[in-house]
């Protein structure tokens, strides 16, 4: 009587006779390739990506054509007014303080004391109203787009 070989019944198994080694699954023997294995789910190299790459994993941001303005109140301006003309932003002249936030929109928020010149990107409707309404003029410098 011929007997059965034992390969004829390991076949249709999971580790087809060889138990859980790694070295007879195809190609499991050789490790990950370059950054394989950085998925969703990072396991080991999970440590290593934050340390070495913060940003891999995560969404991706769309970067915007223009640049995303900075905005600031008029109450702040209001405040800030010494620290602005020792920066350089502003300048005392004779029809009122002259300040140059370029890439700032200016908001309504707070109230101003005196006359102020104000050339910036753009202007919030109420800010618009409050400068003119203390005599000060909202001078809105668009930027050209190339």
């Known amino acids: 009587m011929k ?5 004829s019944r390991l076949r249709g198994r999971r580790t087809c006779g060889f138990g ?17 294995g950085t998925g ?18 995560g969404k991706k941001e769309l970067k915007s054509y223009r640049a995303k303005l900075k905005a600031i109140n008029l109450g702040d301006i209001n405040e800030r007014l010494d620290s602005l003309i020792k920066k350089g ?11 140059n936030l370029k890439d700032y929109k200016i908001l ?3 109230n101003i004391n005196e006359p102020l010149i104000i050339k910036a990107t753009s202007f919030s409707k109420s800010a618009e109203e ?11 410098e668009n930027k050209k787009s190339e």
């Open 89 to 99: 932003f502003a300048k005392k002249t004779s029809e009122g303080i002259e300040i």
């Open 40 to 57: 969703k789910r990072a396991g080991q190299k999970i440590t290593w990506l934050l340390k070495n790459m913060p940003n891999y994993l």
């Open 130 to 140: 409050k400068i003119k309404a203390k005599g000060g003029q909202a001078i809105a």
């Open 20 to 36: 859980s080694r790694k070295k007879h699954r195809g190609k499991g023997s050789r490790g990950g390739c370059g950054m394989a």
């Open 3 to 7: 007997k059965r070989k034992k390969r």
């Open 108 to 110: 309504g928020n707070g």
